[in-house]
């Protein structure tokens, strides 16, 4: 899996918000294998960037760092934000959060294509965050992002796959864009089941963050994820309405098939 | 002579603790009355200037902190009720109550699945316990056993024990821990120490304290929620500090527009009626946090560095007052074989 040319091997990508400790966040990236993490800027930071020290410590861990313009509401703000993201982590990469209601935490399709758009002219790696909705995806894709990162169900609300339907279709639309599930799982077989569908990766925070065991469910993540794909790899079978006997029936009539 | 060209000599026998917190003081206090003699300086020109102690809750919570954090937080914190209880006489023993709105009542189960020692309440307990919070909360977790302090007023108690021990406070004294010539210097500068302790970040916080003339409460109160939980703890008078905020940042600066409509907004959350109360004060400050958030004695040469006391100063001070004490006992010699003047001298 490559996301802008850069080859990863591990399909699970960890935010850095809400841990109990640094030192807890980096045994959670080390358990589950994460080779990249997100940072919240706006969040962190306050003013004069003094986000300093803990950013630092990120950095020693020895991950690649995908910023993130979390808590952003319009796409000046995110812009703003997606430049010092760039200065400080050295990166083109940034992931595009637009939000419209502080409440839902919904995003702002209209203001993250614009935003997709004026950040790709200007150099940037895009990763949205979006909807499962394909008509918005396929604006982000001309904008010029090459990864889509759409929720699998509300930040924070650990629900799952909202909408397997409107994910797999998605998937069947963009067989070559990186589909990362961003936002709203809560336990590993939401991810195994997101990894199923032939998504290429999901991203995790409050999940592992504020499980009881960070550390211990970021790796219990990190294997559903590994068999998610391994089982997409290995072509499940498609669900039927009767029942396949797996041994013969010789000798009794079929039921017909 | 302004205080950071003043001279800094001290007396070579006794103990030396940098800095007047709550670190400083108890470290302090624990020394001396295991009968060392101590002295204390203090780079602010009073009890509280630049310290991030002066800006504490003062919740004294060991088995609600159980959410979100080690259990040696607990294990070490539970003691300090009982610490503060015999060095200061207005250690509040009325629990904590934790409270939550209807839709974030999942966020009441998931602090219930992390804590101890506490009791699960209805409506009606809630009413008894708080009259203020009738009809406003139908379920709700009672901490009995917990109790709080006002952290300045715990502060000054300290002081005031130093005092009466013979134990000198040198305000407006710059002292740096390595240029001081003493048996034993505790370093107690919080997120000043980042020099010695590379390792040492801050962790940013804002609170409020406001009055009103409607609400009471005789506990600690916390509201859980999912982005935004929030405390509110009774000063007297109507009075109540409302904390905190935690962010990743090492900035000094003023209170933002966000932090302080979070806290407030909470607190009208909490009883509409605190719309209507005074703001007395606005503050921010950093908490200096070791990367796993959990408070430290740590030793360099013959410097002790209790340190990254993080959101969990008044909590466990005590407990790295009592490691700082158990380490001289270990680094210095016998009381009875030292030099008298090492050993507490009781004022006449």
């Known amino acids: 899996m490559a996301f802008y040319g850069v080859d990863l091997k591990s399909r699970l990508l960890l935010g850095t918000a809400r841990y109990p400790s640094p030192k807890i966040l980096a045994d959670a990236i080390q358990s589950s294998g994460a080779e990249v993490v997100t940072v919240s800027l706006r969040r962190e930071s306050g003013p004069e960037r003094s986000g300093q020290s803990f950013w630092a410590l990120v950095r020693s861990m020895g991950v690649r760092v995908l910023p993130n313009t979390a808590g952003c509401h319009s796409v000046k703000e995110a812009v703003t934000t997606a430049h010092m993201a760039r200065e400080l982590f050295d990166t083109p990469w940034i992931k595009l959060e637009v939000i419209r209601d502080d409440d839902t935490l919904q995003p702002d399709v209209f203001g993250l294509v614009e935003a997709a758009r004026i950040l790709t002219e200007e150099g940037f790696e895009v990763f949205p965050y979006t909807t499962e909705d394909l008509s918005v995806a396929d604006r982000l894709v001309e904008a010029g992002s090459r990864v889509l990162m759409p929720w699998g169900a509300p930040i924070g609300s650990a629900r799952g796959l909202n909408n397997v339907y409107g994910l797999k279709a998605l998937r069947a639309h963009f067989p070559d864009i990186p589909l990362v599930v961003d936002a709203g799982l809560g336990v590993p077989s939401h991810a195994a089941a997101a990894m199923e569908l032939g998504y290429d990766a999901v991203l995790l925070n409050t999940a592992v963050a504020e499980a009881g065991d960070p550390v211990a469910m970021a790796k219990a993540f990190a294997l559903a994820i590994e068999a998610g794909h391994m089982a997409f790899k290995a072509q499940p079978m498609e669900p039927r309405d009767m029942a396949v006997p797996s041994t013969p029936t010789i000798g009794r009539a079929a039921l017909g098939d | ?348």
């Open chain 2, 1 to 348: 002579m302004p205080a950071k060209e003043r001279e800094f000599q001290v007396s070579q026998s006794r103990i030396i603790v940098v800095g007047a917190g709550v670190a400083g003081l108890c470290c302090a206090l624990e020394l001396s009355e295991r009968g060392y003699s101590v002295e204390v300086v203090e780079r602010g020109r009073t009890l509280g200037d630049g310290c991030c102690s002066w800006m504490a809750g003062g919740m004294l919570a060991p088995w609600c902190e159980r959410a979100g954090t080690d259990p040696v937080i607990a294990a070490r914190g539970a003691p300090s009720i009982a610490w503060w209880t015999r060095h200061y006489p207005g250690t509040v023993h009325e629990g904590t109550l934790v409270v939550a709105h209807p839709r974030d009542t999942v966020e009441l189960t998931r602090f219930a699945d992390r804590t101890e020692r506490y009791e699960r309440i209805d409506g009606a307990r809630i009413a008894e316990l708080e009259p203020d919070l009738a009809g406003r909360f139908r379920q709700g977790l009672f901490f009995a056993e917990e109790a709080h302090v006002d952290p300045r007023r715990a502060l000054m108690a300290l002081a005031e024990a130093l005092r009466r021990r013979g134990v000198p406070i040198r305000f407006g004294t710059e002292a740096s821990p390595t240029g001081i010539q003493a048996p034993l210097v505790v370093d107690c500068r919080g997120l000043a120490a980042r020099e010695a302790l590379t390792d040492l970040r801050g962790v940013r916080g804002e609170m409020l304290v406001i009055r009103s003339r409607d609400v009471r409460f005789s506990r600690p109160v916390r509201l859980l929620h999912p982005r935004i939980p929030l405390y509110i703890v009774p000063r007297g008078d109507g009075v109540f500090m409302v904390g905190a905020t935690m962010i990743e940042s090492d900035t000094r600066s003023g209170p933002t527009v966000r932090s302080t409509l979070e806290l407030l907004n909470a607190a009208y959350a909490l009883h509409p009626a605190f719309a209507e109360a005074e703001i007395l004060e606005i503050n921010a400050d950093v908490r200096p946090a070791f990367p796993d958030n959990i408070p430290a004695v740590r030793r360099i040469g013959r410097t002790l560095h209790p340190n990254g006391l993080y959101r969990h100063g008044f909590l466990l001070a005590p407990d790295l007052a009592r490691q700082v004490a158990d380490s001289a006992a270990e680094l210095l010699p016998p009381l009875e074989m030292i030099d008298a003047d090492l050993r507490q001298r009781r004022p006449a």
